[in-house]
């Protein structure tokens, strides 16, 4: 069974900080995705790895694939408010199955 | 952006009833189609992957009488809870892939559909 460990499980910072958010497995994916979901709705995505090493950046975030492709972590710089949200990271596996990581309820303080 | 709706968004039920959740891909073709399910403040189970003409696959521990899922076209899928009961409640969110995604599995949701089982 392939599974996605993420961590922390949960983060509570003041708004400016800097936080990162790993995703990691003892399977290789050969791609991993990170989401958001805000309450009530389905995720979002944010970006596709495919190349191990990777990496990726959408303004204030930093997405990097691991070498080996099994990890992968998100990276935000000067947290704001509206980064608050469940972030989730979901590697393509097996039979064209995604597979959601635990997930990581952030919460940035004003 | 490729969009998916479901419906409906939140379906409250008598314990035994049944619930069909539909999900729709509005202006793409999905052969595939995936249905989750999340409790509140965690992550998404994969339940069972949908094929479009044939019978859908599910994931160990999901059982396949309780959770019946058709999907008869390429751009819908249902997900029918038979004789609902309150630990069923849950959100219950589907995703299509799109075609010729290059193989990065690139999903894209629905927007879930809350079932309150009292």
């Known amino acids: 069974t392939q599974l996605l460990e993420q961590s922390p499980q949960f983060l509570s910072i003041q708004e400016g900080e800097n936080l990162t958010v790993y995703c990691n497995s003892s399977?290789?994916?050969?791609?991993l995705q990170w989401y958001r979901q805000e309450p009530g709705e389905g995720p979002v995505l944010l970006v596709t790895?495919?190349?191990?090493?990777e990496v990726k950046k959408l303004k204030r975030l930093t997405f990097q694939f691991g070498d080996a492709r099994k990890d992968s972590s998100l990276h935000i710089t000067a947290a704001q408010p509206g980064d608050t949200g469940l972030y989730l990271c979901?590697?393509?596996?097996?039979?064209?199955?995604?597979?959601f990581g635990s997930g990581t309820r952030l919460s940035i303080r004003p | 952006g490729a969009v998916v709706s479901q419906h409906p968004s939140w379906v409250i039920c008598k314990s035994g009833t049944s619930v069909k959740i539909e999900c729709r891909s509005l202006?793409?073709?999905?052969?595939?189609m995936f249905w989750y399910r999340q409790f509140p403040k965690q992550s998404l189970m994969l339940m069972a992957t949908?094929?479009?003409?044939?019978?859908?696959?599910?994931e160990q521990g999901v059982e396949k009488d309780k959770f019946l899922i058709n999907h008869a076209s390429l751009t819908l899928s249902t997900l029918t809870v038979t004789s609902a009961h309150p630990e069923d409640s849950s959100f219950y969110i589907c995703?299509?892939?799109?075609?010729?995604?290059?193989?990065?599995?690139?999903?894209?949701f629905g927007e879930g559909s809350r079932l309150t089982v009292l």
């Open positions: 995703s299509a892939r799109l075609a010729g995604g290059g193989g990065t599995g690139e999903l894209f």
């Open positions: 399977s290789v994916f050969s791609s």
């Open positions: 790895v495919v190349t191990g090493g």
């Open positions: 979901a590697g393509a596996g097996s039979a064209s199955k995604i597979i």
């Open positions: 202006d793409f073709q999905a052969t595939t």
């Open positions: 949908s094929n479009e003409g044939s019978k859908a696959t599910y």
